[in-house]
């Protein structure tokens, strides 16, 4: 089992600030760092998979940051906006991913 | 449109009776997953499938049965002897030979299952 933790655990910011949040994983034996976006009464969607240290995704407004060695990973979104509210999900694994607890993101308009 | 169809919604069971949860994706995805979310907690896997009839079990299998008879379908039984089954329930499938373990996962929309 590894232990995949996020912080924090709920957010609350005014529309049009920027944000991020972290997600720190086990450096050993790391195959793969998902991050996943969660909305209200939808089912989860993927924004990134991640495998390299050192890699950086971005899509639209939310990017991402990957440190293999030290075992964090870090989710930004600039410019937040009330569509952005969700609960923000990372995973590392291979076969078998296993969760964070989530970050519940809320933004304020 | 391709995606993955978890039924019912919501389930209501009693103590003590066996309950299978639909997942069905059409998708063409090698894999398949069944997910459990408890509060407080995170995504928990039972078992998970990466082709017809081989399953793996997953850290809370326990009390859960599951078959893949066909690529499309990953039904999962909760059984009596599942001592806490009351929870939210998640399906979901990705591609294991082209991306390999980086594939992302594409989930249904769950399934709550009350047990009384």
């Known amino acids: 089992i590894l232990n995949v933790e996020q912080s924090p655990q709920s957010l609350h910011v005014q529309e049009g600030d920027s944000t991020n949040f972290t997600c720190s994983f086990p450096s050993s034996n790391f195959y793969a760092l998902h991050w996943y976006r969660w909305e209200t009464a939808k089912s989860p969607e993927a924004l990134f998979v991640m495998t390299l240290n050192g890699d950086e995704k971005k899509k639209g407004r939310i990017s991402a940051t990957l440190n293999t060695k030290e075992g964090y990973s870090y989710l930004y979104i600039k410019g937040s906006q009330p569509e952005d509210s969700a609960t923000y999900l990372c995973a590392s694994g291979a076969n078998n991913l296993f969760f964070g607890t989530g970050t519940r993101l809320t933004v304020i308009p | 449109d391709g995606g993955i169809t978890q039924s019912p919604k919501y389930l209501f069971r009693k103590e003590g009776q066996n309950v299978t949860l639909s997942c069905e994706q059409n998708?063409?995805?090698?894999?398949m997953y069944w997910y459990r979310q408890d509060p407080g907690q995170g995504l928990r896997l039972i078992y998970y499938?990466?082709?017809?009839?081989d399953f793996q079990k997953g850290d809370i299998a326990e009390g859960y049965s599951v078959s893949r008879e066909k690529k499309e379908s990953f039904p999962l039984t909760v059984t009596s002897a599942q001592k806490n089954p009351t929870a939210f329930y998640l399906c979901?499938?990705?591609?294991?030979w082209g991306g390999g373990v980086n594939s992302p996962l594409h989930f249904g929309n769950g399934t709550r299952l009350t047990v009384t």
């Open positions: 998708l063409n995805h090698d894999a």
């Open positions: 499938s990466q082709i017809v009839n």
């Open positions: 979901a499938s990705r591609h294991l």
